[in-house]
T-cell receptor, first 117, second 116 residues
Framework: ETGVTQSPTHLIKTRGQQVTLRCSSQ?????VSWYQQALGQGPQFIFQ???????GRGNFPPRFSGLQFPNYSSELNVNALELDDSALYLC????????????????FGAGTRLSVL | AQTVTQSQPEMSVQEAETVTLSCTYD???????LFWYKQPPSRQMILVIR??????QNATENRFSVNFQKAAKSFSLKISDSQLGDAAMYFC?????????????FGAGTILRVKS
């Protein structure tokens, strides 16, 4: 167990709806990253939050947005859901530090499986 | 942009035998991290091993070791004495060293099946 928890485990939505996924970081971690993993593929980086600010974003449209709270928990929001948004969404937390630091290792949650019909 | 390629969609190994999973990557950076993650059916990504590019010595973690060839941009994972619990999807991943943040670039993965 990594100490990173995600909720819900599974979610079914219809096209056009909005969804919020939640992540609770490992204790002491101040950075959270979100990844989208389509079936049979590797995870793709969505964005990262450090101390409640977005500080890196992958090639995802603005309808993917996020929040990080003072307790370092995080949300991923997706508006206007499309069929291609169906995927496993992974959250990973870490403790930001010097680039060579072992503390930069990311610990993943078990993900939320989103199905868009 | 950095890319990671895993050319083996699926591999099989007999229990107690050794298997090697391949990974190549493309980058113009000279300093970076490479990782192997394991994703079992439970879906939780688990760090298996990591390698810092500036270190020439190959990383080892118990039954897991890597063959890091920096000039060839190759980073293979060797699993010795394979166990049933090793069956999972394995992902090779890259991270820039100097980037403030932790963006990982993943390969497409290799499914490892372990036969008893």
């Amino acid at each position: 167990e990594t100490g990173v928890t995600q909720s819900p485990t599974h979610l079914i939505k219809t096209r056009g709806q909005q969804v919020t996924l939640r992540c609770s970081s490992q204790s002491g971690h101040n950075t959270v990253s979100w990844y989208q993993q389509a079936l049979g593929q590797g995870p793709q980086f969505i964005f990262q939050y450090y101390r409640e600010e977005e500080n890196g974003r992958g090639n995802f449209p603005p309808r993917f947005s996020g929040l990080q709270f003072p307790n370092y928990s995080s949300e991923l929001n997706v508006n206007a859901l499309e069929l291609d948004d169906s995927a496993l969404y992974l959250c990973a937390s870490s403790l930001a530090g010097p680039p060579r630091g072992a503390k930069n290792i990311q610990y993943f949650g078990a993900g939320t499986r989103l199905s868009v019909l | 942009a950095q890319t990671v390629t895993q050319s083996q969609p699926e591999m099989s190994v007999q229990e107690a035998e050794t298997v090697t999973l391949s990974c190549t990557y493309d980058t113009s950076e000279s300093d970076y991290y490479l990782f192997w993650y394991k994703q079992p059916p439970s879906r939780q990504m688990i760090l298996v091993i990591r390698q810092e590019a500036y270190k020439q010595q190959n990383a080892t973690e118990n039954r897991f070791s890597v063959n890091f060839q920096k000039a060839a941009k190759s980073f293979s994972l060797k699993i010795s004495d394979s166990q049933l619990g090793d069956a999972a999807m394995y992902f090779c991943a890259y991270r820039r060293l100097m980037e403030y943040g932790n963006k990982l670039v993943f390969g497409a993965g290799t499914i490892l099946r372990v036969k008893s």
